[in-house]
């Protein structure tokens, strides 16, 4: 047995409907609900592969964002998931033996 049932779990939930709250006549209800989540990415690829806008949008909302004190533009972080690597474990260096001098990074 899991303990008494618990009677006032209602007050947990409540209802809301939007439709309650917009006008029938606010801009909200011209807008399509929710799009998929891959929308962006097929068209960035497709349809504006070959025009500035999305760059243009993007600059824009950044610089927005740095307005507003949401984004500094001191720091950035680079996604290389692209680019292949030779990560073995099996290869791979213990962290006792690992001496970053001794790297060439003409050989690297």
């Known amino acids: 047995m899991m303990g008494p049932r618990q009677e006032a779990q209602s007050a947990l939930f409540y209802d809301f409907s939007i439709d309650d709250h917009v006008p029938v006549d606010h801009v909200l209800r011209a807008i399509d609900g929710v799009p998929d ?5 097929k068209n960035r690829h497709g349809r504006f ?11 824009t909302v950044v610089a927005q964002c740095t307005e507003a004190g949401s984004a500094s533009g001191q720091r950035y972080a680079a996604d290389a998931s692209i680019i292949a690597a030779d ?19 003409n050989e690297a």
């Open 37 to 41: 989540h891959s929308t962006f990415s």
């Open 49 to 59: 592969r070959d025009r500035d806008v999305l760059r243009h949008v993007f600059e």
């Open 87 to 105: 990560a073995n474990r099996q290869k791979s260096t213990p962290k006792g033996d690992w001496n970053p001098e001794a790297i060439d990074p």
